[in-house]
């Protein structure tokens, strides 16, 4: 009796539903969306999503919206934009910052403090504080050398590059602190370059920081509404065409809703399949 | 369409593999060298990209900026302090830093404080239901402001008078006996500033809630059993022992959200376009480059803000000196 009693507090009744109602609270909007998205528009526009869960039988459900902006908004071609600006936005940094946060860690140079920690001092900066003179910049260079890095993706991957390099080298460097310092002077001693030690062994131990900063990077990328309408308007990415979506909602909510899903989609799964990687660079970065 | 897929797998492909050129390149320069200038510029090789990036497109244009809010709209003609004179003679101007200052005072707290609420409960049930739930409100961290602008005009619609409700929130209102409102507009009290913060609020709480979370399962258990055995109730052991040993992570996720708050923009821009008294820094500067063309304006509404955040950068750096004095 007294076992079972135990098992029943333990089972903490009071606290799961306490949090049953916050996830609930948490959900219920993304819910509306979803719901929203597959309705038509004279149902979206006449009824409360929550009208069609009273009743889904009654409820015509439809592809439609999702067609419509597929087509007719390209939804498509801005999801293909937005993963081109993506995925070289993610790989990039990670490259550059991973050859730096290297140097920073194994090789000796005069000043290594304190170029650090001007660039954990960077880490700061809002991205709005330098564009203006970048965007001036790459016009100059355009009028100047004939080289155009605006209105096409270099210049995007490029910018989000560099805003990213000191959380990259931040991170990636205090995670390469931890890695044991015999096994590189090991390498060396066997005659391997510095090239070779950091493909074969820093990166490959690396893995776990490389991968939490890329999602982290993925979906900031993906998210991103300024740099991309700076610097690729004639590709619109998503975010851009979302926003267009959503300044017309004269024609239904059940359009923004679907445009919304189809950029949600990438992220979510990413963050679902990675999320473990994730949760453990961001508890390895900032806790300390 | 396939041209555009294609032409986006060549770009990745050229992008990438040019970059991976660039180091092996700068590798092999260096491999050229006599030994002892080797030692000395390798660190250099491999840092020379990342150096460029940021002295080309971060710290150059950051200084430029400062130069900028000095010059005139089209960035050609010195005009002294008059940008600065023009915004802090705006009464608009102050309304602005009213949000920004209402933001910081309470985003970041309010996200900290929800986070550590979720976290002790999570912390409290098993590992399923905690998964299950952590999974959920971390959820909106991956979506993007545009989205989140989407899924909250859903709630806070407003329809005229006579339609059927389809927003959340006013529908209700409407079954409490309460007439439905159009939230956004209502700018008393700032209200509709404070609807847009429930929203970083909701995108927020999960970064929150891990970070601590994880910070209160590395709370020494011998800690906890000593309070125990001493008496403490529940209460007094979370705000006694836990809270104490964990406000380093508390205060770093803190001062992690009260840097993004301060640049917030999207928010504003997806939801209200600065209209009714919602304008925050972030979104006056686009206003005024993007909408009115204005670079000296623009330039010294991002001086301001960047100002602003030069006490953040000095605790960062604080902190982390501190961090490398322990290693």
Redesign the interface.
């Known amino acids: 009796m007294n076992k079972a009693l135990a098992r029943i507090r333990d089972f903490k009744i009071g606290t799961t539903l306490v949090l049953l109602l916050l996830v609930a609270i948490w959900s219920i909007p993304t819910i509306g969306l979803l719901i929203t998205a597959f309705r038509d528009r004279t149902a979206a526009d006449t009824s409360g999503w929550w009208e069609a869960i009273a009743s889904p039988m009654t409820q015509e459900w439809t592809l439609d919206a999702f067609a419509k902006v597929l087509s007719v908004d390209d939804m498509f071609g801005s999801f293909v934009n937005t993963l081109v600006v993506t995925i070289p936005a993610t790989v990039l940094p990670l490259l550059i910052a991973s050859f730096a946060a290297y140097a920073f860690t194994f090789l000796e140079f005069k000043g290594r403090e304190i170029y650090f920690a001007t660039i954990v001092a960077l880490m700061v900066i809002p991205l709005q504080a330098a564009l203006v003179p970048v965007v001036r910049g790459l016009r100059f260079i355009k009028e100047t050398t004939g080289l155009s890095l605006m209105g096409n993706f270099a210049g995007a991957w490029l910018v989000h590059s560099a805003f990213a390099l000191p959380l990259a080298i931040y991170i990636l460097r205090n995670y390469m602190m931890t890695l044991p310092v015999a096994l590189i002077e090991a390498a060396r001693i066997d005659g391997a370059s510095w090239y070779q030690i950091f493909w074969r062994l820093v990166m490959p131990m690396s893995v776990p920081a490389v991968a939490s900063f890329a999602i982290f990077q993925f979906l900031w990328v993906w998210n991103d509404y300024l740099i991309a309408f700076i610097f690729v308007d004639s590709k619109p990415v998503m975010t851009y065409r979302l926003l267009r979506l959503l300044g017309q909602y004269g024609d239904g909510w059940q359009n923004v809703a679907a445009g919304s899903f189809i950029s949600l989609l990438v992220p979510i799964i990413v963050f679902f399949a990675l999320q473990r990687y994730f949760v453990r660079g961001l508890t390895a970065g900032s806790v300390k | 369409?396939i041209q555009?897929?294609l032409?986006?797998l060549v770009?990745?492909v050229v992008?990438?593999a040019a970059?991976?050129g660039v180091?092996?390149g700068l590798?092999q320069l260096v491999?050229r060298l006599p030994e002892r200038l080797q030692k000395?510029l390798?660190?250099?090789a491999?840092?020379l990209?990342?150096?460029t990036?940021?002295v080309?497109?971060?710290?150059?244009?950051?200084i430029?900026?400062f130069v900028?809010s000095f010059m005139n709209s089209s960035?050609k003609k010195w005009v002294g302090f008059e940008n600065y004179v023009d915004l802090f003679t705006d009464p608009t101007f102050f309304s602005v830093l009213l949000n920004n200052f209402l933001w910081i005072a309470f985003v970041p707290a309010l996200t900290v404080a929800s986070g550590l609420f979720?976290a002790t409960?999570?912390n409290?049930?098993?590992p399923i239901?905690e998964k299950v739930?952590k999974?959920?409100?971390?959820?909106?961290?991956?979506?993007?402001?545009?989205?989140a602008?989407?899924?909250?005009?859903?709630?806070y619609?407003n329809v005229p008078p006579g339609?059927?409700?389809?927003?959340?929130l006013n529908?209700l209102i409407k079954v409490f006996g309460g007439d439905p409102q159009p939230w956004m507009l209502i700018s008393d009290f700032r209200l509709n500033s404070f609807l847009l913060m429930i929203i970083i609020i909701?995108l927020q709480?999960g970064?929150s809630m891990?970070?601590i979370s994880?910070?209160i399962k590395?709370v020494p258990e011998e800690t906890i059993e000593a309070a125990r055995v001493d008496g403490a109730g529940n209460f007094q052991l979370f705000w006694k022992i836990v809270l104490p040993q964990i406000w380093?992570?508390v205060m770093?996720?803190f001062v992690?959200v009260v840097?993004g708050v301060?640049?917030i923009?999207?928010i504003v821009?997806?939801m209200t376009g600065g209209t009714f008294d919602t304008s925050v820094l972030?979104f006056q500067?686009?206003q005024e480059?993007f909408l009115n063309a204005n670079?000296g304006k623009?330039?010294a509404i991002?001086?301001v803000?960047?100002v602003l955040?030069v006490p953040?950068?000095i605790i960062?750096?604080v902190t982390?000196?501190r961090?490398?004095a322990?290693?």
Request: charge should be positive; charged fraction near 10%; aromatic fraction near 18%.
């Open positions: 369409m555009d897929v032409f986006g770009s990745i992008g990438i970059s991976y180091y092996w590798d491999n000395k390798r660190a250099w491999y840092l990209p990342a150096a990036l940021l080309l497109v971060l710290f150059v244009p950051l430029m900026t900028y960035g979720v409960l999570t409290q049930v098993g239901r739930f999974s959920l409100i971390f959820m909106p961290m991956s979506i993007s402001f545009v989205s602008a989407t899924i909250w005009g859903f709630l619609a339609r059927p409700e389809i927003g959340l529908a909701w709480t970064f891990v970070l994880a910070a590395g380093g992570t770093s996720v992690t840097i301060m640049k923009f999207d821009l997806a972030g500067f686009y480059y670079v623009a330039s991002v001086a803000l960047t955040i953040l950068m960062q750096v982390f000196r961090q490398e322990l290693r």
